[in-house]
Structure formats: C-alpha cells, structure tokens
C-alpha cells in the first residue's frame, strides 16, 4: 500500500512517546553490539574521557582509602558510583556506564515531558559525545538528567524540590550553579519571598553537607579546585566561538593541541548554537516561551554565555559535551528548520550512533590519520 502522505500534503505524525523509547532503546543497543563485536567494551571504558579518575575516586570512597588521594572532580558521579558498585558486587570501573545509561535514559524521558517526544529524540541521537559518554561512562548524563529534573520542577511550581535538584547538580558539575541563579531570580522577580528563602536553604544545605562529605572522606573540601587550576583552569585565554579553536589548532605541537576531528564538531555545534540563539530571539513563539517558563531560558542564556569565561584549554574540543544541557532548547528553538519525520530520525539517530561507535576504533583512527597523511 503505497503512502499518500506526499500526494495529500498530509503532516508526518507527531512523534510518540513509544517512538522515543523505540528510538533510544534500539539506536543504544545498536552502539553496545558495534562495541562488542567489532571493539572490546571495557577497554572502551576504561579509555572513555575521566573514567579511569572517576573509578579510583569510587573505589577510593568505597574502600574508605580516600584520605590517601585527592579528590580530582566534582564527586557526585563517583558518589553515586560507589554504591552502585557495592550493591551490584561489580568493579568501580563497570559501576560507570551503570550509572550512566540510568541517567541518561532518565535525562531523554525528562527532556520528552518538558520539551516533547520530538525534540528529545533529537537530543538523544545526534551528539557524538552524549551518546559516548552516556553508554561509556561520564558525568554529563547525571549532571543532565538533574538539571532537567530541576527544569521540570521549577515548570511546576515545585520550588523546593527544583532547588535540592539544581543543589544536587552543583555536586557533578558546578556549572548547575545557573540553575539555582535562574530560580533565584524569577522567585525574586515574582516577590515569592518564602519559595526563595526555602531555594536559597535547601541550596546551603545540599552545598554544605556535600562539602563535609569530601572534606570527611578526603580530608579537604576544596582539594579539586586546585587540581582544576593544575590543569589550566584560569590561566588559559578565554573561549572566543570561531576564533580560539582555530589558534587552538594552529598550534599543532603545542601542549593542547587539537585534531581535525575536534575542530569540525566544534565549529559544526558551535555553528548549531548560533543558528539556535538568533533563532529564539527572532520567533514570536520562543519569545513568549521565555516568558511563560523563565527559568529554563535564564539558565540556558547563563551557560551559553559562561562559555565566553571559561579560562581552560579543554572547552575548545569539548564544546559538544559540555553542550549538552541547553541542546533541546536550541532544537526546539530550530525546530521550523529540522526535520520531523520519524524515518528522518531513526536513520540520522543510526548514523549517528554507529559513528559515536567506531569513531574511536583502532581501524577508524588508523584510516583518519592516512587520510590527514
């Protein structure tokens, strides 16, 4: 039966959320049976961003050791990976892409209920680096998935638990930091004094029981703060879009030196970002978006922006990941221009998700550098 839809103009139908789950589900194992019959999954583990610091920080935790090392990241990933790994009986290691495939499934369902099936389905396929560190192992899916815990909240009118969220976020990553601002500004805008003192207490709590929980187990609070300055952070030049990453990559000897690889996804999601900011400010119905639910453009304009402070080397290959909070609303921002039929999506979403496989592969790096050769 041939499909009519061309010949009557008729609109492809809305995505599901059935569609979602077939999507993601299908599209994940897709990656987990690439890994495992062309590549091995735990050395793809091991070799995925920080894994290798966030399981010792773990097992660190874990074997009560801790005191003996330092703390080198924000620990809530690790803290959560530290029972996952007790209960389960499995090595820190394996404990990661645990807590990371949960999160992440809970980060796509989050974004479904607050941006729609359509627009989650986007974001779950089509960043190379989500996808990696969502089935791998990494920080961003928790991070992530409790910022837009924190969004879905605040959308609701749930003060408290979208502070002790946003609180919670600051834990894996600091930059949750604008979630908390975003809160604390439409509360003070609306004059909901009592909704803001309680945000603003349930914020002190979660900040300062978490720093008792490192300085106890580490035996200092801010030991990752000067880590992070042994890496570069402050002392580098800031991040110019379209500028840095290029003198970045000029500098082909240099100590932060960037591939050809980086520099394209860069530039590709830098150009999306762009192309999303121009395009919520230019829609009438973005503009009375930002209206009517504030607090997740606040924060989205926050972290955007923080992009143009952030004194480290790494921001300039790593723009896609660290991208990844604000990306359903540059979707939903874009959506008059990007496809929404389904078909569309499954095999861009399949494409994709095989390249975030291979991409990595001992084959597929040996034939890009005979390329660049």
Same mark, same amino acid.
């Not at 600091?174 to 004094?193: C, E, K, S, T």
């Not at 008792?212 to 609070?221: I, K």
């Not at 499954?346 to 040996?366: N, Q, Y």
């Given at each position: ?194 909704? *803001? =003192?309680?945000? !603003?207490?349930?914020? +002190? #709590? $979660?900040?300062?029981?978490? /720093? ?110 660290? *991208? =990844?909070?604000? !990306?359903?609303?540059? +979707? #939903? $921002?874009?959506?008059?221009? /990007? ?35």
């Amino acid at each position: 039966m041939c499909d009519t839809s061309a010949v009557t103009g008729a609109q492809p139908r809305e995505l599901t959320r059935r569609d979602l789950a077939a999507i993601v589900l299908v599209s994940y194992a897709w990656f987990a049976l690439l890994i495992v019959v062309f590549d091995s999954y735990p050395s793809r583990v091991l070799h995925c961003g920080d894994n290798p610091s966030y399981a010792g920080e773990s097992a660190a935790i874990r074997g009560g050791t801790a005191q003996a090392s330092m703390a080198r990241h924000f620990l809530g990933y690790s803290l959560v990976a530290a029972p996952v790994a007790a209960l389960l009986h499995i090595s820190d290691m394996n404990a990661l892409p645990v807590v990371s495939i949960l999160a992440s499934l809970a980060a796509i369902y989050l974004a479904g209920e607050l941006w729609g099936a359509w627009a989650a389905a986007w974001f779950a396929v089509i960043n190379l680096d989500w996808i990696q560190r969502s089935l791998l192992g990494g920080a961003e899916p928790l991070f992530v998935a409790l910022v837009f815990a924190c969004l879905l909240a605040a959308r609701k009118d749930r003060w408290t638990a979208a502070a002790t969220f946003g609180a919670l976020s600051t834990v894996v990553r600091p930059l949750g930091i604008f979630a908390l601002a975003a809160i604390g500004i439409v509360l003070l805008r609306r004059r909901r004094f009592g909704s *803001l =003192a309680a945000a !603003i207490t349930v914020s +002190l #709590i $979660a900040g300062a029981a978490y /720093l008792g929980v490192v300085h106890l187990l580490f035996g200092q609070s801010f030991g990752n703060f000067k880590w992070y300055q042994s890496m570069g952070l402050g002392h580098d030049r800031t991040f110019i879009p379209f500028v840095t990453i290029f003198l970045t990559y000029a500098e082909r000897y240099g100590e932060h030196q960037l591939t050809a690889k980086n520099l394209v996804k860069t530039l590709t999601w830098m150009t999306f970002t762009a192309g999303g900011i121009i395009a919520a400010f230019w829609r009438r119905e973005m503009r009375e978006s930002m209206r009517t639910v504030p607090v997740e453009w606040i924060f989205a304009a926050m972290y955007v922006v923080s992009f143009l402070f952030f004194p480290a080397w790494w921001i300039e290959g790593e723009f896609p990941r660290y *991208l =990844a909070p604000v !990306i359903p609303l540059l +979707l #939903i $921002a874009l959506r008059p221009w /990007l496809p929404k039929d389904r078909r569309v999506i499954w095999i861009v979403g399949l494409l994709s998700v095989t390249l975030s496989a291979v991409e990595d592969m001992p084959l597929f790096r040996d034939a890009l550098h005979a390329l660049a050769r």
